[in-house]
């Protein structure tokens, strides 16, 4: 395939699954030359790069760990090298912690932050540059209606989400001037490998079958089972995404899904006790009770 000079560019990150995976391909699908990028370069990699190839698409699948600086230069040069522009960058590498912040250690919190968060900082340093020089692009940052409210025992996580939530809000001022729009896309539950993936915080447990806990993480791995089998599904928000990219005047943040509508409309319309109360009834759950 012959590269387009005035085909727009995107970078994916966390591609391998997920959200990642169908973004990369719904914008290469609607005409965007796509940077599919990866940790490592496995089967994750292999099985968009087969897609993109059965389907004649203008996606190449590249690794960039988004926790090694380094790394995110690299890849960031190497697409600039190669196309001299970048018109769309979807920060969305990242995974869950779940667990009680007391049993939480400091280096399951780093690595959470380092990934969630801090990733997310080194990507927009790396692409804000030839950015601000074209004086277009769009940076969209993929939180989760977690970057709102919060549930029980996954304090971390939302303090990652809440971070990049509050850091986009800030620099859209900033980059606005450039032409640089920030987006920010917070679905609620999506029908994806979550549960498989969710990584358990106990590092700092001395026995945790025996957690005081515990309870509470049983109760809350149903609820979370039950939102993964009822969420949206990753094409959803691939879909809002390629349209919140093309938009000439795209919105500040998207809520995707009917659930996390539901819930900002029902956090809107109480005070901080009414809404956590009916939380503690939807989960079925005492905070605090247990010991």
Do not use: C, W
């Not at 790396?126 to 993929?142: E, L, S, T, Y």
């Not at 939302?158 to 001022?173: D, N, R, V």
């Not at 920010?184 to 005081?212: H, W, Y």
């Amino acid at each position: 395939m012959i590269a387009d000079p005035d085909q727009s560019v995107a970078i994916v990150t966390g591609s391998s699954s997920g959200i990642g995976f169908e973004t990369s391909l719904t914008l290469a699908r609607n005409g965007f030359y796509t940077y599919a990028t990866v940790r490592k370069l496995d089967e994750g990699s292999k099985q968009i790069t087969d897609i993109a190839k059965k389907e004649d698409l203008s996606l190449q699948s590249i690794q960039l760990d988004v926790n090694n600086e380094q790394s995110v230069i690299d890849g960031v040069n190497r697409i600039s090298e190669e196309k001299g522009r970048i018109d769309v960058v979807v920060n969305n590498a990242g995974y869950a912690l779940m667990g009680a912040l007391e049993e939480t250690s400091m280096e399951e919190i780093t690595a959470l932050f380092e990934t969630n968060f801090f990733g997310a900082i080194r990507v927009m340093q790396a692409v804000i540059p030839m950015m601000r020089k074209q004086r277009r692009g769009k940076i969209v940052n993929v939180t989760s209606v977690a970057g709102r409210i919060a549930l029980p025992l996954n304090s971390v996580y939302h303090g990652t989400k809440f971070a990049l939530e509050g850091l986009s809000e800030s620099i859209q001022y900033e980059l606005e001037s450039f032409g640089i729009k920030i987006i920010l896309i917070e679905p609620g539950g999506v029908a994806s490998n979550f549960i498989k993936n969710l990584k358990m915080a106990t590092a700092r447990a001395s026995d945790p079958a025996k957690s005081p806990y515990r309870r509470i993480e049983n109760r809350m791995l149903e609820v979370f089972k039950k939102i993964e089998q009822n969420g949206i599904r990753t094409s959803e928000v691939a879909r809002v995404i390629l349209d919140a990219v093309t938009s000439e005047d795209p919105q500040l943040r998207y809520l995707v899904g009917n659930d996390a509508a539901t819930i900002m409309e029902a956090r809107k319309n109480m005070s901080d006790r009414e809404f956590e109360n009916m939380r503690k009834k939807q989960f079925g759950i005492q905070i605090g009770i247990d010991r």
